[in-house]
């Protein structure tokens, strides 16, 4: 949600300056509970970040109604309520991270050495193919 927000910034920069703002809100609340068990994790969700994220759909319902359909910032919002329950998944257990990003930097990785190890094997067969004249 906040990189799609990030993308349309340029559009309405106030209402994605206050929209990261609130993002930046529920991370500072995660940092708070790096080192924190499960448990304790879960019950500092839900006593900071379920009203924050309540106060921000409230936010993202009132910029859909001040932005045409199209615009990119309610393309951005469109998006984040038709994933809130998604988004929200980290407030109900306190094992979940707040995002993605770890198993996306894992499938980055695991995409590019099968990239690199795909490109070597295709380097090993053209070295062994014999060479013909075209």
């Given at each position: 949600?906040r ?20 993002v ?37 319902l ?10 990119p ?13 998604e ?8 094992a ?39």
């Amino acid at each position: 949600m906040r990189r799609k927000i990030i993308d349309a910034e340029k559009s309405a920069p106030e209402i994605a300056e206050e929209a990261v703002e609130r993002v930046r809100a529920l991370y500072a609340v995660e940092h708070q509970a790096k080192g924190l068990t499960t448990e304790e994790r879960l019950k500092l969700r839900q006593a900071q970040s379920l009203p924050l994220l309540t106060e921000l759909h409230e936010r993202l319902l009132v910029w859909k109604e001040q932005l045409l359909p199209r615009h990119p910032v309610a393309e951005a919002i469109n998006y984040a309520l038709g994933q809130w329950s998604e988004l929200n998944v980290f407030s109900t257990d306190g094992a979940v991270p707040i995002d993605n990003n770890v198993s996306e930097r894992e499938m980055s990785a695991s995409c590019s050495i099968g990239r690199t190890a795909c490109l070597s094997a295709i380097r090993v067969a053209e070295e062994r193919r014999p060479f013909c004249p075209a």
